[in-house]
């Protein structure tokens, strides 16, 4: 019988695409101005999981069709928010190609959960 | 869809908005979904920055926001008592509960009030408005808090 510790299974190395491609997508998303933060949600479900690591407020699914869908859920402060989801889209799809990603990225699909005032957020 | 059901819950009796024109939060790239949350502080924000409101909210919600403050709670939804709303897939409507100056016109408040929530609301959401219905709860005197007879306006 191998020792306890050898039985530990060994954390991987290299996350999967589905991980490195939510990592991708909430940094490129929380780089747009106008964007705070990311929503994990009341019961921490809009999370992805990577390990010990979480991304709040990122979810990627596989697709039937091959590929990943993305969903953000996030806070943002009191702008126009449909011309926010496109820049958001765009930053995506822009550091999802940079970083190989571009062929499985589906829709993203942006849910703004909450807004902020700029002074609640520290900004004049 | 999850989201088209989410998306289209008017009340009967409100205007739903055309079903035949596209929605601006619906793109080839992926659909924009704007929490019922998100309308209802910016109908609060938009609401307490028009001159003339002194607050939002009915008396017993302004009571219990006042001691929650008085003991250091903070309760999340503080800054959008007073405020109801209705979301649909293209459309909005709004409820507010106001309090408003003594000696300032109702009337024109009021009117203040509906036309900077529906600025708000259209120019950060995309959402028509399709109704904005205040109630004037009370009057606030300067010094002192004195309670009015309610009325629609």
């Given amino acids: ?17 589905r991980v490195m491609l939510a990592r991708v997508a ?3 998303a929380l780089r747009v101005t106008g964007v705070v933060s990311g929503d994990a949600g009341r019961f921490g479900t809009w999370v992805t999981a990577d390990g010990e690591e979480r991304l709040p407020g990122v979810l990627v699914t596989a697709r039937a069709g091959g590929g990943f869908a993305v969903e953000l859920h996030l ?39 909450d807004v902020v005032e700029r002074a609640e957020v520290g900004l004049p | 869809m999850p989201e088209e059901s989410a998306q289209t819950r008017v009340a009967s009796g409100r205007s739903s ?20 949350t998100v309308v209802t502080k910016v109908a609060a924000i938009a609401a307490r920055e028009t001159s003339g409101v002194y607050d ?11 001691v929650s403050e008085r003991v250091g709670v903070t309760m999340s939804d503080e800054r959008s008592r007073g405020v109801s709303v209705e979301v649909g897939e293209r459309e909005a409507a709004v409820d507010l509960t106001i309090v408003v100056e003594y000696g ?50």
């Fill in chain 1, 1 to 17: 019988m191998s020792p306890l510790n050898e039985a530990q299974p060994e954390r991987r190395a290299v996350p999967s695409e």
């Fill in chain 1, 26 to 28: 909430l940094d490129a």
């Fill in chain 1, 75 to 113: 806070v943002a402060q009191v702008v126009p928010l449909h011309p926010l989801a496109e820049r958001i889209r765009e930053q995506v799809a822009r550091a999802a190609a940079g970083a190989g990603l571009a062929d499985v990225l589906g829709n993203v699909d942006v849910t703004f959960e």
């Fill in chain 2, 17 to 36: 908005g055309s079903r035949g024109d596209s929605s601006p939060l619906a793109t080839e790239r992926g659909t924009t979904t704007i929490n019922d």
């Fill in chain 2, 56 to 66: 939002l909210g009915g008396g017993a919600a302004r009571a219990l926001g006042s």
């Fill in chain 2, 104 to 153: 300032e016109s109702i009337p024109q408040v009021a009117d203040a009030v509906r036309g900077n929530v529906i600025k708000r609301i259209e120019g950060t959401t995309g959402l028509s408005v399709a109704e904005v219905n205040i109630v004037v709860n009370d009057l606030h005197f300067p010094g002192d808090v004195q309670t009015e007879e309610s009325r629609v306006v």
